[in-house]
């Protein structure tokens, strides 16, 4: 049985390998930058090009994991997304090629950290806390305070509140930030 992440590593070392840029995003993304929580699955956005889709799946099936070259065309031609599954666990990634700026700006502001031993690509905590609030459930409202309490003196404020605007969730931020504050007063 695979751990989660025993499967984060050998996917970062099948694309490392196959030379394909990623970020890990979503729940991962939270824990590394701020609260712990589960997760059963691992959010990733890859820049894959149509000419890399054969090499992708064939490594992909070598290392134990599920996914047709046909799922992944039709994904990328819907610009949607592909699940690949775990042979060897109940985890799964959910995947995203880079279709658009958004994507992009996420891959471009990745930043390698060592995850428990291992060297990998994880989105920006900026990117990640623009991210949550675009989504906007529960969970991701909670991931993106826990980022931003645990991240605040190290944050790049600019990129963050470039981000925030871009994605059209600066009233969010603003509320967001006006939450956290409360908090950390009230814990004075």
């Not at 049985?1 to 070392?13: A, C, H, P, S």
């Not at 109940?90 to 502001?109: N, Q, S, W």
């Not at 291992?118 to 826990?146: H, M, V, W």
Request: net charge positive; hydrophobic share 40%.
């Amino acid at each position: 049985m695979r751990t989660l992440e025993d499967l984060i590593k050998d996917i970062v070392v099948i694309l490392e390998n196959l030379r394909i840029d990623y970020a890990i995003v979503g729940g991962i993304a939270a824990v590394a930058w701020g609260n712990i929580r589960t997760t059963r699955d691992v959010d990733m956005i890859f820049l894959l090009k149509e000419r890399d889709i054969s090499k992708f799946v064939i490594g992909l099936k070598y290392g134990n994991f599920s996914i047709t070259e046909d799922e992944v065309r039709t994904a990328m031609n819907e610009k949607g997304h592909f699940t690949i599954f775990d042979k060897l666990s109940v985890y799964h990634i959910d995947a995203k090629v880079a279709y658009g700026k958004t994507e992009m700006e996420t891959l471009k502001h990745s930043r390698k950290i060592d995850l428990n031993g291992l060297n990998c690509y994880i989105a920006s905590p900026e990117d990640t806390i623009a991210n949550k609030l675009l989504f906007g459930r529960e969970q991701d409202i909670k991931d993106s305070e826990g980022i931003y309490v645990r991240q605040l003196e190290k944050l790049d404020m600019k990129l963050l509140e470039n981000r925030c605007k871009e994605l059209k969730v600066w009233k969010e931020f603003l509320n967001m930030r006006k939450r956290v504050k409360k908090y950390l007063n009230e814990k004075k």
